[in-house]
């Protein structure tokens, strides 16, 4: 995180901006690092949430924190932004009008190409560096829609929401509603053959995994009666007839550690 908020100047090259660091539950040292970086900086501010959920957090912000602005840039604290990234978004924004958000496009990892060229193609957010117009918070805000609680993968859903123009449904043909910023990048540190990179593999597969059979379910619902149908925590939308039509995906090593979420998504129903 303080990589992070050290790289923000470049990010911004010159332009002004405020901070809202979101520490939504971590077992860390962040919210004592982010406190004592933002004593030293005015424009940091520091909102440390009882729950540990993301979706939430995006909710706190979305709702409650976030002021008027023309652009709003969400990233993870864990990523670096490339120098003028924050601009590269608004750029985005200037040639195509009709957005709601603007991606960001990778620097790291083994698929970074691969990933590229999909967010091109597809036109989707990764939830790492992204940025949303001001209008589209404003809908979000007046329509009061928001993410379920609990769920997995808010920039997924959230491109699903800009895709079919804030409707739901099963008429995703609005791409132009997602920019691609061709000058804004992030960069993380990859995963080494370690036994700490190792245990963050693990449970990265098993939230891969949670968010995987999340949304087998909770599309098929938003596809059939739109936004509406979102739930308020993704918990609502395992019943027992929803989670007896999941199986496990037979590729490894998704397989193993799916028939594990699904055992849990199980012993949730029979309670």
Not at 45 to 67: C, F, Q, T
């Amino acid at each position: 995180m303080p990589r992070c908020l050290a790289a923000l100047d470049g990010a911004a090259a010159g332009g002004d901006y405020v901070v809202h660091v979101l520490e939504n539950g971590s077992r860390d040292e962040t919210a004592r690092v982010a406190r004592a970086i933002a004593a030293a900086d005015p424009r940091i501010r520091v909102h440390e949430l009882a729950l540990a959920d993301k979706s939430n957090a995006w909710n706190e912000y979305a709702h409650r924190i976030a002021g008027e602005a023309d652009m709003h840039v969400f990233i993870d604290g864990d990523i670096q932004p490339s120098r003028a990234a924050f601009k590269s978004l608004a750029f985005a924004f200037e040639g195509s009008p009709r957005a709601y958000a603007a991606a960001a496009l990778p620097t790291a990892g083994r698929s970074r190409k691969a990933w590229a060229a999909r967010l091109f193609r597809e036109h989707y957010l990764s939830g790492n560096l992204y940025a949303i117009s001001g209008k589209a918070l404003s809908i979000f805000r007046e329509r009061n829609i928001r993410l379920p609680v609990g769920s997995v993968g808010e920039d997924g859903l959230l491109s699903y929401v800009f895709v079919t123009d804030f409707k739901g449904g099963t008429d995703d043909t609005h791409r132009d509603r997602i920019a691609v910023a061709a000058g804004a990048f992030f960069e993380f540190d990859p995963l080494g053959a370690n036994f700490r990179d190792l245990a963050i593999y693990r449970r990265r597969l098993k939230r891969y995994s949670k968010r995987y059979f999340q949304n087998e379910i909770l599309y098929a619902l938003l596809k059939e009666k739109g936004l509406a149908a979102l739930p308020d925590r993704i918990s609502e939308i395992y019943t027992a007839e929803n989670v007896a039509r999941l199986a496990p995906r037979f590729e490894l090593p998704n397989y193993f550690v799916d028939r594990e979420t699904l055992r849990g998504l199980k012993s949730l129903t029979a309670r």
